[in-house]
């Protein structure tokens, strides 16, 4: 009985294996549909899509006047009033009162050399002058006796008074009195001449500005020798070194086959490196006569029409010469794009811009063409980056790579 009871309990193959193959089914299937849906997915989004190769450019900053340049040439700003002040004569600095940057006026003192012995000399120069005066009252006043003692006798001799050796020597008395005078100050004369000679070479140890400036470098220091001619190993020849600011202008060359572009008084527009922001107005003061044979150049210098304390010398520059003066408008800076960047979607104005390594539909107003340029209202800054020619299927946030040029 108990052998037939256990006979009856079996299981069903079938329906146990069945139902997890059911659901392994399911779960692959879901799995297979769930990637699908990612990969779709990831596929709008373009991760998965492979970057597309774009050239790009960069939102700048232009001015209109760019249109009038008729010639470019580089060149620096140098003043074309600069002195090395040096001293006549061979001394210790013992004062210096000015460095780098200060400005100074025409005949101001900026340094001292010691004068001890100047000083003496022309103490002594006064002193001689000072004698020589002196002299010549001795001198006026014994030509003044002698022409009373020779009247009295002129008078005595015509009377038969007194002999006539005794007028003689009365007049050669007179004569000798005169001489003495003369002599006296012909003295007076060389004291002062002395004196002057002692006055200049007391002058010669003050270093003065011979026009206002600015100094741009100091060559010396208090204690330094200072001589006319630095051949000493520890003499300095200039003390320092001045420059006339309002005397800047750009010295740039100009290719010998292009000068027939430009002539004196031709407007231009100059951009210094150091102030990449900045146009300056300038014009042609003179072309130099003469040619650099080793780079077949001509030097061109071109003045300043505004003055600005910011330009200093040496500062690498760039001139465009212009074929007329620009207007106040053309003057102004603009921001500009390259007209090739723009695209018309759906009736309005867009470019790409370029946010890490993906580009994006940025709506653009759009302004004057300047140039193969063309001005931006809003929409994008400068410095921005840009797709050029940004071609047909390319989507909004779709990856890029900047083509190799």
């Known amino acids: 009985m108990t052998h037939e009871d256990l006979s009856k309990l079996r299981i069903e193959k079938t329906k146990a294996i069945t139902r997890?193959?059911?659901?392994?089914?399911?779960?692959?299937?879901?799995?297979?549909?769930?990637?699908?849906?990612?990969?779709?997915?990831?596929?709008?989004?373009?991760?998965?899509?492979?970057?597309?190769q774009v050239q790009i450019a960069t939102v700048s900053q232009v001015y209109?006047?760019?249109?009038?340049?008729?010639?470019?040439?580089?060149?620096?700003?140098?003043?074309?009033?600069?002195?090395?002040?040096?001293?006549?004569?061979?001394?210790?600095?013992?004062?210096?009162?000015?460095?780098?940057?200060?400005?100074?006026?025409?005949?101001?003192?900026?340094?001292?050399?010691?004068?001890?012995?100047?000083?003496?000399?022309?103490?002594?120069?006064?002193?001689?002058?000072?004698?020589?005066?002196?002299?010549?009252?001795?001198?006026?006043?014994e030509l003044r006796d002698a022409t009373l003692h020779l009247d009295r006798n002129k008078a005595l001799l015509a009377r038969g008074v007194v002999a006539r050796a005794v007028y003689d020597s009365a007049l050669s008395r007179y004569e000798k009195a005169i001489a003495s005078v003369e002599a006296a100050e012909a003295n007076l004369k060389a004291s002062l001449a002395a004196l002057e000679v002692a006055n200049i070479n007391l002058e010669y140890t003050l270093i003065r500005a011979p026009f206002d400036g600015v100094v741009l470098t100091k060559n010396a220091d208090v204690g330094d020798i200072v001589t006319p001619i630095g051949a000493a190993a520890n003499a300095k020849s200039a003390v320092i070194t001045i420059a006339d600011m309002h005397s800047l202008q750009v010295e740039a060359d100009v290719s010998e086959s292009n000068l027939n572009k430009i002539k004196i008084g031709q407007p231009c527009e100059i951009q210094l490196d150091a102030l990449p922001g900045e146009r300056f107005r300038g014009v042609i003061h003179t072309i130099v006569p003469t040619a650099d044979r080793t780079k077949a150049t001509v030097m061109v210098k071109v003045r300043f029409i505004d003055k600005d304390a910011r330009v200093l010398p040496e500062m690498s520059a760039k001139v465009s010469f212009l074929s007329r003066p620009p207007s106040s408008e053309e003057q102004k800076p603009r921001i500009a794009i390259n007209q090739s960047s723009v695209v018309n979607r759906k009736g309005e104005e867009k470019v790409f811009l370029i946010r890490e390594g993906r580009a994006f539909e940025t709506p653009v107003r759009l302004g004057t063409k300047i140039g193969d340029m063309v001005e931006v209202l809003n929409g994008v800054h400068v410095g921005d980056q840009i797709l050029l020619n940004p071609p047909e299927r390319l989507k909004n946030g779709l990856k890029i790579k900047v083509a190799e040029k």
């Open 20 to 52: 997890p193959r059911k659901r392994k089914r399911m779960i692959f299937w879901g799995v297979i549909i769930l990637a699908a849906l990612l990969s779709f997915l990831l596929y709008i989004q373009g991760i998965f899509t492979p970057p597309i």
């Open 64 to 141: 209109p006047s760019q249109t009038l340049i008729v010639l470019n040439a580089s060149g620096y700003v140098v003043p074309q009033r600069k002195s090395a002040l040096a001293s006549k004569v061979t001394g210790r600095l013992i004062w210096l009162g000015v460095e780098e940057g200060n400005r100074v006026k025409q005949d101001q003192v900026i340094a001292r050399l010691e004068s001890q012995d100047v000083m003496a000399a022309k103490e002594q120069a006064e002193a001689n002058v000072m004698a020589a005066r002196y002299n010549i009252e001795l001198a006026k006043a």
